[in-house]
């Protein structure tokens, strides 16, 4: 059976010396080629190959393709071929629903083997990566999970966390010593960041935040 592959790869060169390597025993087609992140998305959704071959640091970022492919189910595996041997990285790959994880210093040889193995639901992480990643993996974790507010100034903080309190437009104005209008401009921003539906959404996601604070 013939493996049905999409490239994904921003330099041209190496791109084509991939699909050369894959193509020259007959035993992978490449159904595709892209060169971004959105380019692998669309040609993926378009092809459905069997494999997804992405690289990391293509423009878009290879994380979010592999994370909108995996989630789409638009190829039935995914895998990836970088230089970047960071252990988060490789993790958040996996994570995001990569089966392979592959640097690419790899002989042609070799990437057919892995490709042919993936193909058919095998997982591979490159040796000289397996033993750091899954260190990276099973230690706790003393990161702090994203805050819902992460995007906010301090004095968009500062005003949500008085309305949370159910104080007024005008409240916040007098405690602040700013105009109303201005608490106003600042609700409609805050609104959007926090993608609350209305002022009242906005003061619960607030006093949940800080009630777990307390």
């Given at each position: 059976m013939t493996i049905r592959i999409v490239v994904a790869d921003?330099?041209?060169i190496y791109r084509d010396g991939v699909i050369t390597s894959l193509e020259e025993t007959g035993e992978f087609r490449?159904?595709?080629?892209a060169a971004s992140a959105e380019e692998a998305i669309c040609i993926s959704e378009q092809k459905?190959?069997?494999i997804a071959l992405l690289d990391m640091s293509m423009p878009g970022g290879g994380l979010s393709a592999v994370k909108a492919i995996s989630a789409a189910g638009s190829a039935k595996y995914v895998a990836m071929l970088t230089v970047s041997e960071d252990d988060e990285t490789v993790a958040n790959a996996i994570k995001f629903g990569a089966t392979a994880y592959i640097l690419k210093g790899v002989s042609a040889a070799n990437l057919r083997k892995i490709l042919k193995g993936v193909?058919?639901?095998?997982p591979h992480v490159s040796p000289s990566l397996a033993a750091k990643v899954?260190?990276?993996m099973t230690q706790p974790s003393n990161r702090e999970p994203d805050s819902p507010l992460k995007e906010l100034t301090l004095r968009e903080k500062e005003i949500l966390r008085?309305?949370?309190?159910?104080q007024?437009?005008?409240e916040v104005a007098n405690a602040l010593d700013i105009q109303e209008k201005t608490v106003k401009h600042y609700m409609t921003t805050i609104m959007g960041?926090?993608?609350a539906r209305n002022r009242v959404e906005a003061a619960l996601i607030g006093h949940d935040f800080w009630k777990e604070k307390e």
């Open positions: 921003d330099h041209p490449v159904v595709g080629t459905h190959p069997d193909a058919v639901g095998e899954l260190t990276f008085l309305v949370s309190k159910g007024s437009n005008k960041k926090l993608h």
